[in-house]
């Protein structure tokens, strides 16, 4: 098949493309035509009561301590924070340089997702719960979905193997565990490139009954 033919498929599927995308708007327009008052009222109805609903659930995620990043004192308060909150990262660490680093992406990051709360516990003065976890290598992320540790991050090794990675990067990685989410685009406009292959401890551990 000569080059001529070539750029007249092409051409022919394009135009296929843009007919179907133009015939897709024609029918949303038409169906917007179609809607009366009583229709629309009761769109802005429900749209309002979307927003209502999240507006309660920004409350209670504020009451919880969500919004911000911050230091749990001791293991009790770690499983309570479980408990009480749908999606938590914690931070295990300890007073070193790379430990500082997580913290910074951290803050960050727990501002930008209410729904997720983001605390961090000294690994050192809780060997117990740190032994329970199998938390070795520090900085380590602990992903807790449901009151289940569900995945971690260990160290940097998916993070670029380097201190010097994003903030943009962590949020991926913290999305691809389903531990955040988004609200339309990303924070950050994360980049689209192939993530690395992840290396995922699980841990059925919950924490619902037999922690405290």
């Not at 802005?44 to 409350?59: D, I, S």
């Not at 914690?90 to 500082?100: G, I, Q, T, V």
């Not at 803050?107 to 930008?112: D, N, R, S, T």
């Not at 992320?141 to 009151?147: E, F, G, T």
Request: proline share 3%; glycine share 4%.
């Amino acid at each position: 098949m000569d080059n001529p033919n070539i750029q007249q498929i092409l051409e022919q599927q394009l135009l296929t493309v843009a007919k179907a995308v133009e015939d897709k708007i024609d029918d949303e327009i038409a169906a917007l035509d179609r809607l009366d008052l009583d229709d629309m009222e009761v769109l802005r109805e429900r749209r309002l009561q979307q927003m209502k609903k999240m507006a309660e659930k920004r409350r209670g995620w504020v009451a919880l301590g969500h919004g911000e990043y911050s230091e749990i004192p001791t293991e009790k308060e770690f499983f309570s924070a479980v408990k009480a909150s749908e999606r938590v990262v914690c931070h295990f660490y300890r007073e070193n340089w790379p430990c500082k680093v997580m913290d910074k992406h951290l803050g960050i990051l727990a501002k930008q997702h209410i729904e997720t709360r983001f605390i961090k516990l000294n690994a050192e003065k809780s060997q117990y719960l740190a032994e329970k976890l199998r938390i070795v290598v520090l900085p380590t992320l602990a992903l807790v979905k449901n009151a289940k540790v569900e995945d971690y991050v260990v160290g940097f090794d998916e993070l670029g193997a380097t201190e010097d990675f994003s903030t943009e990067e962590l949020e991926e990685r913290l999305l691809k565990a389903q531990v955040i989410f988004y609200e339309g685009e990303s924070s950050f406009n994360p980049s689209k490139s192939k993530a690395p292959k992840r290396s995922v401890r699980q841990s059925s551990t919950s924490y619902s009954s037999d922690s405290e």
